[in-house]
């Protein structure tokens, strides 16, 4: 199966190089945890890859989300917005199932044929719309599966139960009708500073089985750890930028014909960003490794 980039610094290596296309993601955490950024930055490496993308919003309102986008440092989502390479559609205050069951169907319909990246944010409120289990894993297969007709998707699950309880009914479903499940564990109260990454699920592809430590860093969305980089490291993220420099230039201009000028901004100023961000234990070296990852520049 073709992979494509998931945008998620780190994440690809351990999925086998990446998110199988036309395949269902689910994001389960508790608030905080990063599954709205997971799936923004799904969306941004796709944009800047010539795709097209999708974000139906089941809660907040499109303006409030693309506010706290460029907040977190996607500062030209705007721009792909008004080319009509990203839409919104703001299902929030409708009843779900009659949503799904009576405007789904002609917008698949119309986006047949673009093979886009489609974010569901969350999809918690569609289980409630209905009452019986078996109504809502009907209403849910139906949605996930007219939805990966027209490209890949992600969708988020509110993780409400106690943490690290999967088996409640909000989460059973959606984990079972998914090709792939990513758990973000995040315990606010307990321990703020620590978020823990687990692949639950990787149909057609090998994956880790382990939890990695991740942070969420303005300008890159999610970085996930890598194991053997201990708690404690020294950082030292004065020259992050002519690190990236340094790197870029050492890599054949075969692999980077394909960098386009809006791209290359981008990365610079993921990395400018990175440098006024506290990226705690995380090695500059190992991020700019995964950043190159990302952008095909060089090999996983």
């Not at 490209?151 to 988020?156: E, M, N, R």
Request: proline share 4%; glycine share 8%; charged share 25%.
């Amino acid at each position: 199966m073709k992979k494509i980039k998931s945008g998620v610094y780190g994440l690809n290596r351990l999925m086998d190089g990446g998110i199988n296309q036309n395949t269902i993601t689910t994001v389960i955490g508790s608030s905080g945890a990063g599954k709205t950024t997971f799936a923004t930055y799904f969306l941004k490496r796709g944009v800047e890859h010539g795709e097209d993308a999708i974000f139906i919003t089941l809660d907040e309102e499109p303006k409030q989300i693309i506010k706290e986008v460029i907040q977190m440092g996607w500062v030209d989502i705007e721009d792909y917005i008004d080319k009509g390479a990203l839409v919104f559609v703001d299902a929030g205050g409708k009843q779900f199932s009659e949503f799904i069951k009576t405007e789904l169907a002609g917008f698949v319909e119309e986006w047949k044929g673009y093979n886009a990246r489609i974010i569901i944010d969350p999809l918690t409120p569609v289980l409630w719309s209905v009452h019986h289990k078996y109504e809502q894993r009907d209403l849910c297969s139906f949605l996930l599966r007219e939805t990966r007709k027209i490209g890949t998707v992600v969708c988020t699950l509110e993780e409400h139960s106690v943490m690290g309880d999967l088996s409640g009914p909000d989460l059973v479903i959606p984990m079972y009708l998914a090709d792939n499940v990513i758990h973000l564990r995040y315990k606010s109260h307990e321990s703020p500073e620590r978020r823990e990454m687990k692949i639950i699920k990787c149909r057609s592809s090998r994956h880790s089985s382990f939890w990695h430590s991740y942070r969420i860093v303005k300008g890159s969305g999610i970085i996930i750890q890598e194991a053997e980089l201990a708690e404690g490291t020294p950082i030292n993220i004065v020259n992050l930028g002519s690190k990236l420099q340094k790197a870029l230039a050492n890599i054949p201009a075969s692999k980077k014909k394909n960098l386009t000028p809006k791209v290359i901004r981008s990365i610079n100023h993921t990395v400018s960003l990175l440098s006024q961000e506290d990226i705690g234990p995380l090695d500059p070296e190992y991020i700019i490794k995964q950043i190159l990852q990302e952008y095909d520049l060089i090999e996983g």
